[in-house]
């Protein structure tokens, strides 16, 4: 079955970085795009960045744009983002996502905190 597992979240203070990963199985992780998601408290699920299958290309919220860098290792099944220059309003659950046909798949998320 199809599994997201998503990892390194944590504290950071503004200004530091964190790299969240995602480990992929259950499917032809190659032929997918990948995306992240963020959810803050009270607010609804936010795109945050995606990557095509083979990595070519990528796309970014304007909120995070020139700060965060999505990337995948087709080796390793996993996807990667990582935050520079964290912000307060960064802090949120991040979540892994991938759609195949019609169905979304998840993670089970991973907090991220931006405080001083």
């Known amino acids: 079955q199809v599994q997201l597992v998503e990892s390194g979240g944590g504290l950071a203070q503004p200004g530091g970085s964190l790299r969240l990963s995602c480990a992929a199985s259950?499917?032809?992780?190659?032929?997918?795009?990948m995306k992240w998601y963020r959810q803050a408290p009270g607010e609804g699920r936010e795109l945050v960045a995606s990557i095509t299958p083979a990595g070519e290309g990528t796309t970014y919220a304007d909120s995070v744009k020139g700060r965060f860098t999505i990337s995948r290792d087709s080796a390793e099944f996993a996807v990667y983002l990582q935050m520079n220059n964290l912000k307060p309003e960064d802090t949120a659950v991040y979540f892994c996502?991938?759609?195949?046909?019609?169905?979304?798949?998840w993670g089970q998320g991973t907090q991220v905190t931006v405080s001083s």
């Open positions: 996502n991938t759609r195949i046909w019609e169905t979304e798949y």
């Open positions: 259950g499917f032809r992780f190659n032929l997918y795009t």
